[in-house]
């Protein structure tokens, strides 16, 4: 395991699905000594072509180096690969998506049987890694040490954004960016559920909505302003109580367009417990303290 000088870090890869692949494709293409792990030998073989080594074990894939990169299903396959494996002295990367109970588990988990551990959160889909001009990261958390460690070779793949020492921030991170786009997601639905039956083409409305979201993203810049303040109030252009009087509009033309608004409804029931339990003169940025129990 002696490493010359000239030649890049060696890292072991366990799990080789679509993420793993491309993680490991990168890793290959930079000319980063790999050996490679998959339950599903099958899969192993087109990396084997283009130079990785492949391990029969996880146990004698995490002996090979001492930097472990795991991109697995879930937390529990994680437990089922590592469960013979000697972590001793080894680095271990999770970038298996989990809760962040579950990465600080696996971070105490992982120092008790001697390893170091730092947790990632994936934001991006396969086809991004190896690309940078993609704009692929991902979301880093634990040991800051070992972060730095391995920051040049955790960045070939994709970038590497690092947010603290606690070892659950990175999936806190990650499930937030990722359930703000489900709400994204959401709206679109909706609306193209709007426009279905009438004779617009969808890939017409399409660059309207994609627009009409992207002028509205920088708002969560006032969000995060008036949270920290605490001042909702102040200098309100849309206030809770004109957009509230405006849920009837939603409500009658999803029904006059046979569309369910289901979709809609959980945001409006909030927006009108604000009105009642808030200040209608405020703004909707105080809603977020009104959906903690
Ligand atoms: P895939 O479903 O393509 O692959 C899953 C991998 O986990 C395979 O290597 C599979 O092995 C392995 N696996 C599943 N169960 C077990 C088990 N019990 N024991 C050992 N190995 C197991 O998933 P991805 O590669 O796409 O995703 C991997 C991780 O990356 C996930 O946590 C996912 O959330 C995250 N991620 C994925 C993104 C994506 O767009 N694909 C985006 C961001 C994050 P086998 O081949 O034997 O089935």
Redesign the pocket.
């Known amino acids: 395991m002696t490493q010359n000088l000239f030649e890049k870090p060696a890292v072991t890869l366990l799990?080789?699905?679509?993420?793993?692949?491309a993680l490991a494709r990168a890793w290959l293409a930079a000319g980063h000594p790999l050996t490679v792990w998959?339950?599903?030998p099958a899969?192993t073989a087109p990396l084997a072509a283009e130079g990785a080594r492949v391990a029969d074990s996880a146990a004698e894939a995490v002996a090979a180096n001492t930097l472990v990169v795991i991109?697995?299903?879930?937390d529990?396959?994680v437990d089922?690969?590592l469960a013979d494996a000697d972590l001793t002295g080894r680095d271990l990367v999770n970038?298996?998506?989990t809760t962040p109970a579950q990465a600080r588990a696996r971070a105490e988990w992982t120092e008790g049987r001697g390893a170091r551990y730092l947790d990632g959160g994936?934001m991006?889909?396969?086809p991004m890694v190896g690309v940078p001009e993609a704009g692929g990261y991902v979301f880093y958390s634990g040991s800051r040490h070992l972060f730095e460690r391995h920051r040049t070779t955790l960045t070939v793949p994709v970038g590497t954004t690092y947010v603290g020492e606690d070892a659950g921030f990175a999936a806190l991170h990650d499930v937030a960016l990722l359930s703000a786009m489900y709400g994204m997601f959401a709206g679109a639905t909706h609306a193209f559920a709007l426009i279905r039956e009438e004779d617009i083409d969808p890939t017409a409305f399409a660059p309207l909505l994609a627009d009409w979201l992207v002028a509205m993203a920088p708002s969560v810049h006032l969000t995060a302003a008036r949270l920290r303040s605490g001042d909702h109030s102040g200098d309100v252009v849309s206030s809770l109580a004109m957009q509230v009087a405006g849920i009837p509009t939603f409500v009658t033309t999803a029904e006059q367009q046979g569309v369910s608004p289901e979709l809609l409804a959980p945001c409006f029931a909030l927006m009108r417990r604000g009105l009642t339990e808030r200040n209608g003169e405020e703004d909707l940025t105080g809603l977020a303290d009104l959906l903690l129990r």
């Open positions: 799990g080789l699905g679509a993420m793993g692949t998959n339950r599903t899969r991109c697995l299903l879930d529990a396959s089922e690969a970038l298996t998506t994936i991006a889909v396969p």
